[in-house]
T-cell receptor
Framework: AQTVTQSQPEMSVQEAETVTLSCTYD???????LFWYKQPPSRQMILVIR??????QNATENRFSVNFQKAAKSFSLKISDSQLGDTAMYFC????????FGAGTRLTVKP | DAGVIQSPRHEVTEMGQEVTLRCKPI?????LFWYRQTMMRGLELLIY????????DSGMPEDRFSAKMPNASFSTLKIQPSEPRDSAVYFC???????????????FGPGTRLTVL
C-alpha cells in the first residue's frame, strides 16, 4: 500500500519569505499523480498544485512550485513570497487508483 | 457548477442514533469518495465509487458504516448506531478520469462536522 509522509507537523514563515514543505511517499508504481492540497480554517480542501509522475518538469502555479524527485520519491512544495492567506494546513497526496494523504503540515505565515 | 454539495454541514446526535450524511457530486464526475478527518488519524479514505459502483470499501471502519450511491448525482454515508468515537469531519469528493486532460484531481465538498454525544 502507498504511504505518504510529511515529517513537519508545523512550520512558520515570515510574510514575503519563502518556505518549503516536505513530502515523501512509498510506492512501487511508475505512473501516478501527486498533489498538494490546502485546508484553511474554513475547512475547505483546495487544490494547490498537481504533478504527473511521467512528467519530469516540475509543476508551477504562480507562487507555488514543487520539487519532484521521482527516484527519491520526494515531492516538496515551495511557497514564494508568502502571504497571510497562505496560513493553513497543507496536505501532500498520492494518487493511483485512490488518493492517500499525508498527516499534514500546519503552516503559519507571520506578519 | 456549484461544486460538491454536502448536507448537513453540522450534525449533533446522541450515541445510538442513526446518522445519514449526504453528498451530491459535480455533474459529469464518475468517481465519488468519502473521507473522514480527525485530529488523531488525519484524512482517511472510507470508500469510493466509480460509476455508482463501490470499488474499495476497505477503509470503512466497521459494519456500523454503510455507503450507497443509487445514482450518479447522489450518495449517502450512514452510521447506525453512532458512537462518540465517530465524531469527525466527513468529506465527500468527486473526480473524473481523463489522464492528460486535467483528470484525477478530486474536488472536495465543504464537509459535515459530526458530533456524537
Amino acid at each position: 500500500a502507498q504511504t505518504v509522509t510529511q515529517s513537519q507537523p508545523e512550520m512558520s514563515v515570515q510574510e514575503a519569505e519563502t518556505v518549503t514543505l516536505s513530502c515523501t511517499y512509498d510506492t512501487s508504481e511508475s505512473n501516478y499523480y501527486l498533489f498538494w492540497y490546502k485546508q484553511p480554517p474554513s475547512r475547505q480542501m483546495i487544490l494547490v498544485i498537481r504533478q504527473e509522475a511521467y512528467k519530469q518538469q516540475n509543476a508551477t502555479e504562480n507562487r507555488f512550485s514543487v520539487n519532484f524527485q521521482k527516484a527519491a520519491k520526494s515531492f516538496s512544495l515551495k511557497i514564494s513570497d508568502s502571504q497571510l492567506g497562505d496560513t493553513a494546513m497543507y496536505f501532500c497526496a498520492f494518487m493511483k487508483n485512490d488518493m492517500r494523504f499525508g498527516a499534514g503540515t500546519r503552516l503559519t505565515v507571520k506578519p | 457548477d456549484a461544486g460538491v454539495i454536502q448536507s448537513p454541514r453540522h450534525e449533533v446526535t446522541e450515541m445510538g442514533q442513526e446518522v445519514t450524511l449526504r453528498c451530491k457530486p459535480i455533474s459529469g464526475h464518475d468517481y465519488l469518495f468519502w473521507y473522514r478527518q480527525t485530529m488523531m488519524r488525519g484524512l482517511e479514505l472510507l470508500i469510493y465509487f466509480n460509476n455508482n459502483v463501490p470499488i474499495d470499501d476497505s477503509g470503512m471502519p466497521e459494519d456500523r458504516f454503510s455507503a450507497k450511491m443509487p445514482n450518479a448525482s447522489f450518495s449517502t454515508l450512514k452510521i447506525q448506531p453512532s458512537e462518540p468515537r465517530d465524531s469527525a469531519v466527513y468529506f465527500c469528493a468527486s473526480s473524473f478520469e481523463q489522464p492528460g486532460l486535467g483528470g484525477n484531481e478530486q474536488f472536495f465538498g465543504p464537509g459535515t462536522r459530526l458530533t456524537v454525544l
